[in-house]
């Protein structure tokens, strides 16, 4: 059974920077596109960033320019480069694992969840 594990989380200024890991287990890493989503409390959980095995990369727009998703396959690991960080970004974040060629950007595209790691942005 794959499992995801996110890490990286924390408490961090407006402005700063953090960058979320998550490893997963199992095997064919690499043929896989591999998400990130948040839910802030009481709001829907949404997404934020995916790539496909081969690096291609896609945003939501109010990250555009901030974040950076990454991978590397030979650790089974996807990355989450936070950037110019704003109070509006704190959210669980949440990595994701879809089996589809190409994902679209909601939930039921992806079929496998991690716990979730906490991003707070003080102001």
């Known amino acids: 059974q794959v499992l995801l594990v996110e890490s990286g989380g924390g408490v961090v200024q407006v402005g700063g920077s953090l960058r979320l890991s998550c490893v997963a287990s199992?095997?064919?890493?690499?043929?896989?596109?591999m998400g990130w989503f948040r839910q802030a409390p009481g709001k829907e959980r949404e997404f934020v960033a995916a790539?496909?095995?081969?690096?291609?990369?896609s945003y939501e727009e109010s990250v555009q320019g901030r974040f950076t998703i990454s991978r590397d396959n030979s650790k089974n690991t996807v990355y989450l480069q936070m950037n110019s960080l704003k109070p509006e970004d704190t959210a669980v974040y949440y990595c994701?694992?879809?089996?589809?060629?190409?994902?679209?950007?909601?939930?039921?595209?992806?079929?496998?969840w991690g716990q979730g790691t906490q991003v707070t942005v003080s102001s």
């Open positions: 994701a694992r879809s089996q589809r060629k190409i994902p679209g950007s909601r939930r039921d595209d992806y079929d496998m």
């Open positions: 199992g095997r064919a890493f690499s043929s896989y596109y």
């Open positions: 790539i496909s095995g081969g690096g291609f990369t």
